[in-house]
């Protein structure tokens, strides 16, 4: 099956600090999503992202599909962004999300 | 829009017991529908997928007599833990895909304790 591949594992980041995540998939995609687990375990989703770039406020991502990679950048963190980010994928023509490790990300006031 | 429930948000259960879980989209009708199960600490990992009016599909290695799945209709998936075990206490998270519709939105999440 397809491989999903984030990193870092962790991220420690002072309030106020810029951060990149990446996900890299091993097979082409017709899906990819970005997510927020918050410490109640709630799934909330950032981006709907196979292609190209989006920004929600101080977040945005890249996903460059031809090199299979996608980015999600985060400015200006703040306390609230602390959880463990991941990055999921569907194969093309697929049905099925597979999710990468994540990234637990904490950030200190 | 695209809400997900999930119900309950927690159960504590002897073992030997049944448990279901009900996953339920509110606001938009979906044809399939997934279930998950995530340790602490870890990724989510499929257990099954879920469509409206036949059978689920089992991942390898998921027990389809342990977990029974049915999906009766277009806005209801539920996941019934049949003689639960301790081994059997994680998180189940249930996700949909709106019909016509890559993008999938997860539910809250059920704890399930088996003691």
Same mark, same amino acid.
């Given at each position: 099956?397809?491989?999903?591949?984030?990193?870092?594992?962790?991220?420690?980041?002072? *309030?106020?600090?810029?951060?990149?995540?990446?996900?890299?998939?091993?097979?082409?995609?017709?899906? =990819?999503?970005?997510?927020?687990?918050?410490?109640?375990?709630?799934?909330?989703?950032?981006?709907?992202?196979?292609?190209?770039? #989006?920004?929600?406020?101080?977040?945005? $991502?890249?996903?460059?599909?031809?090199?299979?990679?996608?980015?999600?950048?985060?400015?200006? /963190?703040?306390?609230?962004? /602390?959880?463990?980010?991941?990055? !999921?994928? %569907? #194969? $093309? $023509?697929?049905? @099925?999300?597979?999710?990468?490790?994540?990234?637990?990300?904490?950030?200190?006031? | 829009?695209?809400?997900? +429930?999930?119900?309950?948000?927690?159960?504590?259960? @002897?073992?030997?017991? +049944?448990?279901?879980?009900?996953?339920?989209?509110?606001?938009?009708? !979906? %044809?399939?529908?997934?279930?998950?199960?995530?340790?602490?600490?870890?990724?989510?990992?499929?257990? !099954?997928?879920?469509? *409206?009016?036949? #059978? $689920?599909?089992? *991942?390898?290695?998921?027990? @389809?007599?342990?977990?029974?799945?049915?999906?009766?209709?277009?806005?209801?998936? %539920? =996941?019934?833990?049949? +003689? !639960?075990?301790? *081994?059997?206490?994680?998180?189940?998270?249930? /996700?949909?895909?709106?019909?016509?519709?890559?993008?999938?939105?997860?539910?809250?999440?059920?704890? =399930?304790?088996?003691?």
């Amino acid at each position: 099956g397809i491989q999903v591949e984030q990193s870092p594992p962790d991220l420690i980041l002072q *309030e106020g600090a810029n951060s990149t995540l990446r996900c890299n998939f091993s097979d082409s995609v017709n899906n =990819l999503q970005w997510f927020h687990q918050n410490p109640w375990g709630q799934l909330i989703n950032l981006f709907y992202i196979p292609s190209g770039t #989006k920004q929600n406020g101080r977040l945005s $991502a890249t996903t460059v599909a031809t090199e299979r990679y996608s980015l999600l950048y985060i400015s200006s /963190s703040q306390t609230t962004d /602390s959880g463990v980010y991941f990055c !999921a994928v %569907t #194969k $093309a $023509a697929g049905n @099925k999300l597979t999710f990468g490790g994540g990234t637990r990300v904490l950030v200190k006031p | 829009g695209a809400v997900v +429930s999930q119900h309950p948000s927690w159960v504590i259960c @002897k073992s030997g017991t +049944s448990v279901k879980i009900e996953c339920r989209s509110l606001d938009f009708q !979906a %044809t399939t529908m997934f279930w998950y199960r995530q340790f602490p600490k870890q990724s989510l990992m499929l257990m !099954a997928t879920s469509n *409206e009016g036949s #059978k $689920a599909t089992y *991942e390898q290695g998921v027990e @389809k007599d342990k977990f029974l799945i049915n999906h009766a209709s277009l806005t209801l998936s %539920t =996941l019934t833990v049949t +003689s !639960a075990h301790p *081994e059997d206490s994680s998180f189940y998270i249930c /996700s949909a895909r709106p019909t016509d519709y890559n993008e999938q939105f997860f539910g809250p999440g059920t704890r =399930l304790t088996v003691l």
